[in-house]
């Protein structure tokens, strides 16, 4: 069956990094859209950073210069390298694919940036 699943999460002080992985498993990987998403307490699910299948990236806003999306077809497994974390960083982050049709979710990973 379809698994994401994430791991690279943790404590962090603010300016400091974290690499998230996102394994996936039952679909093939390489035909997907794969995006990172986070969810900071009592806000909204949000779209962090995309990559096509094709290797092509967006960001938000508020983590452009800071983050960067990647991936491995080899290894079916898409990244995200986040650097200068700020405390605002801090959310549950959801690693995603998508295609045409109904799209798929990990369980999420808990980032936290604090003195």
């Known amino acids: 069956q379809v698994q994401l699943v994430e791991s690279g999460g943790g404590l962090v002080q603010p300016g400091g990094s974290l690499r998230l992985s996102c394994a996936a498993s039952?679909?093939?990987?390489?035909?997907?859209?794969m995006s990172w998403y986070r969810q900071a307490p009592a806000k909204e699910r949000e779209l962090v950073a995309t990559i096509t299948r094709v290797g092509s990236t967006d960001y938000t806003d508020s983590v452009k210069g800071r983050f960067t999306i990647s991936r491995d077809n080899f290894k079916n497994t898409v990244y995200l390298q986040m650097n200068s974390l700020k405390p605002e960083d801090t959310a549950v982050y959801y690693c995603?694919?998508?295609?045409?049709?109904?799209?798929?979710w990990g369980q999420g990973t808990q980032v936290t940036v604090s003195s």
């Open positions: 039952g679909f093939t990987f390489s035909s997907y859209t």
């Open positions: 995603n694919a998508a295609r045409s049709g109904p799209s798929y």
